[in-house]
T-cell receptor, first 110, second 114 residues
């Protein structure tokens, strides 16, 4: 059974601090997505990682993919309140079935 | 206007009633999806369609049916709604080769079954 696990499920962090969210998956895939969701809102695409070793950065967020370890990370640098949201990773299997992790709820406080 | 539009955005219905959620897109994508989100869980795939003549079951298709009326339209039906189908439903689209095959989501439809 395919599993996509995120760690931690909830993260409360102070502004200015750094932290990493982990996404482990249990089957072969060479495509991984990161999404952001604000409460009651749709999902906003953050990153699409297409190959082993891929690294993408946008502002204070950086995502990486290790397909051999079946691991992706989302690193937050110098967190700000606007980053408070729920972050999902999702793994693409069988040509376009996207399987989601349970999400990491991030709360950034002053 | 949103590229992926869902209607209705909110609906309360009674147990046993038939309810249809509609999705239309202006992105010209061939592939469309219906997902369901429950509190504390990620999104789970209900059905997906790679073109008008192609419909496939996802992880949790029981109790649901879909219709792909046109490339731009993909509707989800609950033939006889039950309370545990109360959830937030998302329609999504994608196109191979388009921006790394990014999947674009609609705004969501809140469905409450009482």
């Amino acid at each position: 059974e395919l599993k996509v696990e995120q760690n931690p499920l909830f993260l409360s962090m102070q502004e200015g601090k750094n932290y990493t969210i982990y996404c482990n998956y249990s089957t072969t895939s060479d495509r991984l997505y990161w999404y952001r969701q604000d409460p009651g809102k749709s999902l906003e695409s953050l990153f699409v990682l297409l190959s082993n070793g891929a690294v993408k950065q946008e502002g204070r967020l950086m995502a990486s993919l290790d397909t051999k370890a079946r691991l992706s990370t989302l690193h937050i640098t110098a967190a700000v309140h606007d980053l408070s949201a729920t972050y999902f990773c999702a793994v693409l299997i069988y040509t376009d079935k996207l399987i989601f992790g349970t999400g990491t709820r991030l709360q950034v406080f002053p | 206007d949103a590229d992926v539009t869902q209607t209705p955005r909110n609906r309360i219905t009674k147990t046993g009633k038939r309810i249809m959620l509609e999705c239309s897109q202006t992105k010209g994508h061939d592939r469309m999806y219906w997902y369901r989100q429950d509190p504390g869980l990620g999104l789970r795939l209900i059905y997906y369609s790679f073109d008008v003549k192609d419909i496939n079951k996802g992880e949790i298709s029981d109790g649901y049916s879909v219709s792909r009326q046109a490339q731009a339209k993909f509707s989800l039906s609950l033939e006889s709604a039950i309370p545990n189908q109360t959830a937030l439903y998302f329609c999504a689209t994608s196109q191979p080769g388009d921006s790394g095959n990014t999947i674009y989501f609609g705004e969501g439809s809140w469905l409450t079954v009482v």
